[in-house]
């Protein structure tokens, strides 16, 4: 089976804070995992996926296959990160998490 | 220009209509793909289409039923809507099948059943 979980459905850090959005995902193969974004009144974008091991606007995010997660993180937070933000497994079909909205406040 | 279209952007009507939703990709893309998105945000593949075959069909209602004229286009066209059909409806598309591709979305169609 194909799982993706992400615990927190909110997540709210004051402004220059550290940020973790957690992500735990189940999958037999070899997975593609990936982070999309979604800010207020724009569209679902891809924001930084694991085979290119890339820091997006300060996140990173490292596959852990023991742990079989793929944590999104910053260092510190900015109020523009405020957003939805989502975990994405592509195996046999792509499979997205719950989804967290992060607010980060002033 | 915009990459993944989507029309309307919003759309309220009755149940027991049918209605269609639009998507259009100008990306050269061979594969797209239709999600829903319900009140809790959560995001479900509904389709996905390769080169205007049919890939994907997870367990949706039939009367959600996509066409794909062109490998550019990909429609969403729903009988007798009912009100657990209002939700978000999103359009993506990717280079192809291949795991490592992004998706590109569309700015969503919000979807009112009265």
């Known amino acids: 089976a194909q799982r993706v979980t992400q615990p927190e459905k909110l997540l709210s850090v004051f402004k220059g804070a550290p940020v973790e959005l957690k992500c735990n995902y189940s999958y037999s193969g070899s997975p593609e995992l990936f982070w999309y974004v979604q800010y207020s009144r724009q569209r679902l974008q891809l924001l930084l996926r694991?085979?290119s091991r890339e820091s997006i606007k300060g996140f990173t995010a490292d596959l852990n296959k023991g742990e079989t997660s793929f944590h999104l993180k910053k260092p510190f937070a900015q109020e523009e990160d405020s957003a939805m933000y989502y975990c994405?497994?592509?195996?046999?079909?792509?499979?997205f998490g719950a989804g967290t909205r992060l607010t980060v406040k002033p | 220009d915009t990459a993944v279209s989507q029309t309307p952007k919003y759309l309220v009507t009755q149940m027991g209509n049918d209605k269609s939703i639009k998507c259009e990709q100008n990306?050269?893309?061979?594969?797209m793909y239709w999600y829903k998105q319900d009140s809790k945000k959560f995001l479900k593949i509904m389709f996905s289409?390769?080169?205007?075959?049919?890939?994907i069909n997870e367990t949706v209602p039939n009367r959600f039923s996509p066409k794909s004229p062109d490998k550019a286009h990909l429609n969403l066209h729903i009988n007798s809507l009912e009100l657990g059909d209002s939700a978000v409806y999103f359009c993506?598309?990717?280079?192809?099948?291949?795991?490592?591709?992004?998706?590109?979305f569309g700015p969503g169609t919000r979807l009112t059943v009265t």
């Open positions: 990306l050269g893309h061979d594969t």
């Open positions: 994405a497994l592509t195996g046999e079909w792509v499979r």
């Open positions: 289409y390769n080169n205007k075959e049919l890939i």
């Open positions: 993506a598309s990717s280079q192809d099948l291949s795991v490592s591709y992004e998706q590109y």
């Open positions: 694991h085979i």
